[in-house]
């Protein structure tokens, strides 16, 4: 059933739990977090088309500034995508993000430059990213995992997991997302 709606809808259909109208979800527009994520997706589909590309990145642009959050079209974000919390948000344009991903305020998804771990992570579906976690470089993310709040991630994170800590310690869990990631698609 789910495959009938829009990315734009599953987005909005995981803060809900509802699928929502056209005026409906300009409606939750309201919200910063949903506006920017419109914004952002509305960029994203027009990535082919000259002038509407041209447009969606001003506006892209205006909402990056005024709320804090640093993703671009480019980036490649799965379906069912939620920001818990507007404010100061790092997503580098090369990172991969899965379907159904939580990402709280203060987060930063980075690219490391030097070493065996040079380039941007790939988080897979499911995942759930505290406040001010910090994940950078060339690394994978498995799905179901939840990276606690102020955790620092520099390597792979297997499915089925709970990253803590700064350096991140891993602690199996086939439950990691339970109760922390709502009305998945």
Known sequence: MAEQY?????????ESGKWLSTVEIWKKCLNPNLHFIYVLRKSQQHLETPLLNVFWKFVLRHY???YGFQIYPETEIGEGFYLGHWGSLVI????????????AQGVTIGQQNR???????????EVWIGTNAVIVGGITIGNNVLVAPNSYINFDIPEDSIAVGNPAR???NLKATDGYINNKI
Do not use: M
């Not at 580098?92 to 379907?99: L, T």
């Not at 070493?115 to 579906?125: E, L």
């Open 170 to 172: 891993i602690y199996p």
């Open 92 to 103: 580098n344009p090369q990172a991969k993000i899965g379907k159904n991903c939580n990402i």
């Open 6 to 14: 829009s990315i734009l809808q599953k987005d909005f259909f995981r």
């Open 115 to 125: 070493g065996t771990k040079a380039g941007v992570p790939i988080i897979g579906n």
């Open 64 to 66: 990056q500034i005024k």
